[in-house]
């Protein structure tokens, strides 16, 4: 199978075979990672530029690992504060890049919309890492492919996503993706954090964790954002955590084979408890080991690869 | 100079005008109209059979960036997107910089326009000093250099108290206080509607409330002072109404819209183009029908376009960071026609009406329109004939139009405006134009 698409750049509008598409590869994928070398040279002679405007560690890590273990040529730059403060606009900073005749950009920006601008600008393969409160496609990938090492099927399957909805990209990539793939995704979070009109995009809403919590097979935490007292989405980080925290207490009532996921990186007692993040329901490591594995294969198949291929030896 | 246009569909709806016939201009006036009129030896005839003569149009809300900005608009540009979109004369927001605030800015703007043609550039004062919110700037002043009304478009007077001031103040000159309405402490950040489509965008979005309050307060304090109100870019459900009950409470209120908000909503920001991107921002189905239906029913009884030039680099960048505001002069007629019109939303009358005798309401000036002995200020434009908006080809300096690459229908024809006729083809020769281009 090949990945019909020159960018990435949300989960909105990526359809169910090519999840799977994706997913299958990023199996092939992790396989050549357990390997003693795990290096392929499916991307040799291409070169990816991690374009980091905001500050990341694991993603912007996965990403290369993802680029080095293909074979391709990386570079990250991470234009420190914005680039407009420097007096270089996006589209200025970008044609520069491009001129250096590159094959992936890989963009992370506070704006949402920021690699959508840069796709429709340039001539590279663009894969959004993260835009402002919009989308973040890689995360939600390897959610799912960390949902599939563990659960069957997508079909009914019962997620919790918790916290703080309005501000995640995360958030929407995952309500597309599960979506998509047949889950059944419910929004818990305080109305502050929610943003408006999110029920369309096919999710419920609750705003009780207790009552959902023991019928969930997946609950997915976000970070609680300190900033967010400040502008008084929330009284306080204490009163937060009485009501919507994954407490020792409330992660005990969850049902057998269940599980909790979160994408980093963790506000330890706000959000939830260190000991059930550290807890066997968690599957939080996990999640960023497959990161590489996904992100591998989303660069492997845009370059055009094809999933049935062999890949290495 | 003399023009026979002939066999044109003379359309004036406040006069009770719409019949097809020829008119001569002659010595800057209308001379006279009627069925076959004879060809004299120094007419020049324009065969007009299937196009429109109408009154000139009056946009009494543009942005011609003069002084301060005239990377992005100068006056003589403005004059001539203005002329190219049909429109006779312009009523220029004083958001300068420096800003209109006193009688030397209001009299050079007024200066410059003379020179280039006969566009009539009608400026706006400022209702604070600096345009800061803080103090009154001199109204008396400003209208004495030719000041229209005064307003601080583009921000709010936040402090209700000043704008009680200026309503009151502004009575004695007989002035309306054009408001731009907006709670900014609710539309903070925000850069389009908010709603579904924000949401999915993850764009922070900007309620349409904030500019309702914004409206409710202003109504109010035209309640208390008894002040004359005109409320810029209404573009809600919820703000025509408020101005509905305005009206009905027999206050002094007129209101607008812009032709943007008549033919598109939110769903267009949905490859984030910031072409788009203006404040208020493009709202919801249910909101531009609100709007549509408020224009055919007089609740909104003026078109202004809001013409807000804003030069590519500026444009071309994050949504989050590109400024509000789109162009308007040039695609106005045809995005009416082609959204509005030709869909069946409103009446190619109101839409003229609304583009000629409501603005003229606003001002206090008497609507010239289409009579014999009466001064020429008239449009002639093809209704059926269509193009295409190359934004690269505006007269005005920038290029953020909404509506590039789309075919319109409307083509202006011909401007006349006293002694001058300005043909749609000629204002094209503008060299100064910087070499930027959208692709």
Redesign the interface.
């Known amino acids: 199978m090949k990945l019909a698409r020159k960018h990435l750049l949300g989960m909105e509008g990526v359809s169910r075979t090519e999840i799977e598409t994706l997913l299958n590869s990023a199996e092939t994928f992790k396989e050549i990672l357990d390997r003693k070398i795990p290096k392929v040279p499916s991307l040799r002679g291409l070169t990816a530029v991690n374009l980091f405007f905001e500050p990341s560690t694991r993603t912007r890590l996965s990403f290369e690992l993802a680029e080095k273990r293909l074979s391709a040529d990386s570079v990250s730059i991470s234009p420190s504060g914005s680039s407009s403060e420097k007096g270089e606009s996006l589209i200025d900073t970008i044609h520069n890049v491009e001129a250096m005749k590159v094959d992936f950009l890989i963009v992370r920006h506070s704006a949402a919309g920021a690699p959508h601008f840069l796709a429709s600008r340039c001539d590279v393969a663009v894969i959004n890492a993260g835009d402002g409160c919009h989308e973040h496609p890689t995360q939600a990938l390897l959610d799912l492919f960390t949902i599939r090492q563990h659960l069957p099927t997508f079909e009914g399957l019962k997620v919790a996503i918790l916290g703080d909805i309005a501000h995640s990209r995360v958030a929407r990539s995952n309500i597309w993706a599960l979506r998509t793939m047949g889950a059944d995704v419910t929004l818990c979070a305080p109305r502050t954090l929610l943003p408006p009109g999110i029920e369309d995009l096919g999710a419920k809403i609750h705003p009780r964790l207790d009552d959902l919590i023991d019928e969930m097979d997946i609950i997915m935490v976000l970070r609680i954002q300190k900033e967010r007292q400040g502008e008084s989405f929330l009284p306080s980080s204490r009163e937060y955590a009485r009501h919507f925290s994954l407490t020792r207490s409330r992660a005990d009532r969850m049902k057998a084979n269940s599980f909790i996921m979160h994408p980093g990186p963790i506000n330890r007692g706000i959000e939830m408890a260190p000991e059930v993040a550290d807890g066997p329901r968690s599957v939080i490591l996990d999640q960023v080991t497959n990161g590489v594995a996904v992100r591998m294969a989303v660069l492997y198949l845009l370059a055009g690869g094809e999933t049935d291929h062999a890949l290495a030896n | 100079m003399r023009w026979l246009i002939k066999d044109a569909r003379l359309l004036d709806p406040d006069r009770g005008v719409d019949r097809v016939a020829d008119l001569l201009i002659e010595n800057g006036k209308i001379a006279k109209i009627g069925m076959g009129l004879a060809v004299e030896g120094d007419h020049e005839v324009i065969e007009a059979a299937g196009m429109v003569l109408c009154p000139s149009f009056i946009d009494i809300h543009v942005h011609l960036r003069e002084p301060g900005r005239e990377y992005a608009e100068t006056i003589e540009s403005g004059v001539r997107a203005a002329a190219a979109g049909g429109f006779g004369a312009v009523a220029c927001m004083p958001n300068t910089d420096p800003p209109l605030d006193n009688h030397a800015m209001v009299r050079y703007v007024i200066d410059q326009a003379l020179k280039y043609g006969p566009v009539e550039v009608m400026p706006i004062g400022c209702i604070t000093r600096g345009r800061a919110g803080e103090r009154l700037a001199e109204f008396g002043e400003m209208v004495d250099a030719g000041a229209v009304g005064v307003s601080d478009d583009g921000d709010p007077v936040s402090d209700s108290s000043l704008m009680r001031r200026a309503l009151e103040y502004a009575q004695q000159f007989e002035i309306p206080i054009f408001t731009h309405p907006e709670d900014r402490s609710l539309s903070r950040n925000g850069v389009m509607n ?12 900007i309620p349409k409330q904030a500019e309702e309050i914004g409206i409710a307060r202003d109504i109010e304090l035209t309640a208390l002072t008894g002040g004359r109100l005109h409320v810029l870019h209404v573009s809600s459900a919820g703000g025509v109404e408020l101005v509905r009950r305005a009206k009905e409470r027999g206050l002094n209120v007129t209101a607008e819209t812009a032709p943007h908000y008549l033919a598109l909503t939110d769903e267009a920001l949905t ?2 183009d910031t072409n788009r991107k203006m404040n208020p921002p493009l709202r919801t189905s249910a909101d531009r029908e609100a709007l549509r239906r408020g224009v055919a029913e007089g609740v909104l009884e003026v078109i202004a376009t809001d013409h807000a030039p804003h030069p590519v ?1 500026e444009k ?6 590109a400024p509000f505001g789109v162009l308007g002069l040039e695609t106005a007629l045809g995005v009416l026609v082609t959204h509005c019109v030709r869909p069946g939303h409103l009446t190619l009358e109101t839409v003229i009406e609304r583009l000629t005798a409501g603005p003229s309401g606003v001002l206090g000036r008497e609507h010239r329109g289409i009579r014999e002995g009466e001064e020429a200020a008239l449009t002639l434009f093809a209704p059926e004939e269509s193009w295409v908006v190359d934004p690269g080809r505006l007269h005005s300096i920038s290029r953020n139009t909404a509506f590039g690459g789309e075919r319109l229908f409307g083509v202006v024809k011909a401007l006349f405006l006293g002694e001058e006729m300005i043909p749609s083809d000629e204002g094209t020769s503008s060299e100064d134009r910087p070499a930027t281009m959208v ?1």
């Open positions: 908010e709603g579904v489509v924000s949401t999915r965008l993850g764009l922070k979005g490859g984030y680099h071309e960048a994050e949504f989050d960071r692709s």
